[in-house]
């Protein structure tokens, strides 16, 4: 059974810093893995798709890295703003499955 | 247009009422799902509808009910709901791929509470 930890879960970091969240999981046979943000109360704001042959996505300030065999995904937000304050999800989809498994998210907290 | 649209965005319920959800997307995509999701947890899916036909139930209790009208609408019915299924409920759709899907895009929400 598919299992999906995000470390750490909860970080505060000052206003321009650079950082890393993480994602493992415990099952390499993936189709994809999504990096997603979410407000309080609020959907949730697709970030970054990688593909399972892929090793990495960039959009803007984020970049995300995975490395399907060690089970291991990063999302590092290079100079991070207030308005980067939320929580952060990855997911992964099992081949062929539509299923996306949740971890349990990092909750970000970037102070002025 | 990437926006998925829910409605209500509050509904408060008894435990003898009936009600629906209903969620649209008019960006083409294929694969519509429902998720669950309590205060502080991640989401949890639901129901997945592909090409309008319910491809997976996560073994959610008949008290909830889905029904896709068509390629562009999602619906919930709700009826006899307890307590414990208070939480935020999340539509999402996807375009699909061979062998998979695509990104997922969710909708706002509806906080549901039942009472």
């Known amino acids: 059974k598919q299992e999906v930890t995000q470390i750490p879960a909860a970080l505060s970091v000052p206003e321009g810093e650079n950082l890393v969240l993480n994602c493992s999981f415990t099952?390499?046979?993936?189709?994809?893995l999504q990096w997603f943000r979410q407000d309080p109360g609020k959907g949730l704001t697709s970030l970054l798709l990688?593909?399972?042959?892929?090793r990495e996505q960039t959009s803007g300030r984020l970049n995300a890295s995975l490395d399907k065999s060690s089970g291991r995904s990063t999302l590092y937000i290079a100079a991070s703003q207030p308005g980067d304050s939320a929580t952060y999800l990855c997911?992964?989809?099992?081949?062929?499955?539509?299923?996306?498994?949740f971890g349990s998210g990092t909750r970000l907290l970037v102070r002025p | 247009d990437t926006e998925v649209t829910q409605t209500p965005k509050h509904l408060v319920m008894g435990m003898t009422n009936k009600k629906s959800l209903k969620c649209e997307q008019h960006?083409?995509?294929?694969?519509m799902y429902w998720y669950k999701q309590k205060a502080k947890k991640p989401p949890e899916l639901m129901f997945v509808?592909?090409?309008?036909?319910?491809?997976i139930n996560e073994s959610v209790p008949s008290r909830f009910s889905p029904e896709c009208p068509n390629s562009s609408l999602l619906n919930l019915h709700l009826h006899a709901l307890q307590p414990e299924d208070s939480a935020l409920y999340l539509c999402?759709?996807?375009?699909?791929?061979?062998?998979?899907?695509?990104?997922?895009?969710f909708g706002p929400g509806t906080r549901l509470t039942v009472l």
């Open positions: 509808y592909s090409y309008e036909k319910l491809s």
């Open positions: 997911a992964v989809e099992m081949d062929s499955s539509y299923k996306l498994i």
């Open positions: 990688i593909q399972s042959s892929q």
């Open positions: 960006m083409g995509h294929r694969a």
């Open positions: 099952d390499s046979a993936i189709y994809n």
């Open positions: 999402a759709s996807s375009q699909e791929r061979s062998g998979g899907t695509d990104t997922q895009y």
